[in-house]
């Protein structure tokens, strides 16, 4: 367990990484740049954004990541082709995430499930194993790209309802370089349809948990606000979190993660 209170990181594009450079430093705070998850930013000089993040945090020894590419992405199409152009973005991920030296890219779920049980889909048996099977076969090539640049590979809960078998599929690959990522905002939509809180997630996934992006939601949409704006219990996530005898990335993904470390800060959960 973990008494100390754990130092809060930020998703940022590379274009304000300057005007939260202090903040970064000052405490070694985590890092992760959203651009590669942009199709326009992978097809015009994505290079020179990262000289430009690789100048920015000069002398930075923290934490860094990558959102990896997921906009249009499926990894469990069963049209060949483009399944071919998910993989084809995410080596073009990867080729970013090397150059600025990142050590995780945020990868999306692949389960889409539709309707209000959150154990209809996807309670055991054949059809899990098939689509676990499905996405070992899809994101094999991946993974051993990132293996040989020593980048982790997250998985973010999208519209998974139970966590089961989304940690299912990770542990699945059997490898150091294939963990979780729990969006809270995502988890506390589900949680709204009969999934279980946030908090809960922590404690099922266990030392899978490797990242969280941290935002706050009503549960009727994927807003990104700040903690404290919408209905995710952040006493109880952080509660979970300091039963873990491992220390994930906490990652602010939101407008102002400034005024979000803040209410976290004052609410003696996290600096």
Not at 51 to 75: I, K, N, W
Not at 78 to 106: I, T, Y
């Amino acid at each position: 367990m973990n008494n100390d209170l754990p130092t809060l990181g930020v998703s940022l594009d590379v274009a304000r990484l300057a005007e939260h450079r202090d903040w970064i430093m000052g405490a070694g705070r985590d890092v992760e740049l959203r651009d590669p998850s942009y199709p326009e930013t992978l097809d015009n000089g994505w290079r020179q954004l990262a000289e430009q993040a690789r100048s920015v945090l000069d002398g930075y020894a923290g934490r860094l990541g990558v959102h990896g590419p997921f906009m249009d992405l499926s990894t469990m199409a069963r049209d060949s082709l483009v399944r071919k152009v998910a993989m084809d973005r995410f080596r073009q991920g990867l080729e970013f995430a090397a150059e600025v030296g990142a050590s995780h890219m945020v990868i999306h779920s692949p389960f889409a499930a539709l309707g209000a049980n959150p154990f209809t889909r996807h309670s055991s048996g054949p059809k899990l194993d098939e689509e676990v099977c499905a996405a070992q076969e899809a994101l094999g090539e991946t993974l051993s790209l990132a293996e040989e640049n020593g980048c982790t590979l997250v998985m973010e809960n999208i519209h998974d309802t139970n966590p089961g078998p989304l940690i299912t599929l990770v542990r699945s690959f059997g490898s150091p370089n294939m963990r979780l990522s729990l969006d809270t905002g995502h988890a506390f939509i589900a949680h709204r349809l009969g999934a279980p809180p946030p908090d809960q997630w922590v404690r099922e996934a266990g030392d899978t948990l490797h990242h969280l992006h941290l935002q706050d939601t009503d549960g009727n949409a994927d807003r990104h606000w700040e903690p404290g704006d919408g209905g995710v219990n952040w006493f109880a996530l952080f509660e979970a979190l300091a039963e873990l005898d491992h220390s994930p990335r906490l990652i602010l993904e939101v407008e102002n993660p400034l005024r979000g470390a803040e209410r976290l800060r004052r609410d003696r959960l996290a600096v």
